[in-house]
């Protein structure tokens, strides 16, 4: 028989006391979740102006990207030195990456750009394909959580040049990596800005970064590829765009998860990635 105590609700003076510990709780995450995201824009924001302040006359190639950037392309010195055996010029790199990024947002966040004049801007193709899938808030207030109690370092200081750790290969499909289909109303802020820093002489290259390549060529094939035509031809009504493909065919062994290039295919990448950007540099 079961004992009728065992149904009685708890008694109230424990959700006296369980409703505002919840509270001031789920406030604490929220409080502390929103100064990582403030700092962290602050932080890439920092790291771009002081890149631009410690040029001292060099060419300035500023990369614009994702994750893509991040896992695919060597440290920024090492791109900026192979620049400079082609060419011969003094080349500062400065990498502006941002998880599942999205140009507009990049912008808005960060000021400083409608203050600087770079020489050379790169931007990842797949930003004018594909809006990256945002976490949820919830997902992200229970991974704030989480960090808080194994006491993790939670203000990160913006160092684009960290390789990517992985402790095992990733293994899931590449369409969760996607919200949509970025549109051109996207694109506007990016534009106009572009078209200020052309006034100022500056050369602008949309590179596409591979992707394993059963998906590649899929997704050139896919009804989406009108898409990002369109928004290439959205750009180039105001601005000088050159785009290029390094077309590599790179099987899996080549990326983390069939999207990220892991060290092996970073390399073999970043030799075409060079190339481009020396050759922009050259017709300044």
Known sequence: ??????????????????????????????????????????????????????????????IFGTSLVESGLAHSDSLGSCVEKTTGQNTK??????????????????????????????????????????????????????NMMAFKKLHNVYQPDLRPVYEHELDFPIGTMRSGMIDSA?????????????????????????IEKGLESRKWKSSDTAAFKRNIEFLKKKISLEYADPQLSLDSSYFFDKAHLNDKGSIVFCDFFCRMMARQLKKL
């Open 186 to 210: 996207d694109l506007i802020s990016f534009r106009n800005l572009a078209e200020r820093w052309q006034s100022g002489g500056a050369r602008f290259l949309l590179v596409n970064f591979p």
């Open 1 to 62: 028989m079961d004992n009728p105590g065992q149904n009685k609700p708890p008694p109230l003076i424990v959700w006296i006391v369980l409703i505002p510990t919840v509270a001031i709780l789920f406030g604490w995450i929220h409080f502390t979740e929103r100064s990582v995201r403030i700092f962290e824009r602050t932080s890439r924001e920092s790291f771009v102006r002081d890149g631009f302040l410690a040029a001292h006359g060099k060419a300035i190639v500023l």
């Open 93 to 146: 790199v400065i990498k502006y990456w941002q998880e599942s990024g999205v140009l507009s947002s990049m912008i808005n966040d960060m000021p400083v750009l409608q203050q600087v004049q770079p020489s050379l801007v790169v931007i990842e193709a797949n930003m004018l394909f594909y809006r990256g899938a945002e976490v949820p808030v919830l997902t992200r207030y229970g991974e704030t959580f989480r």
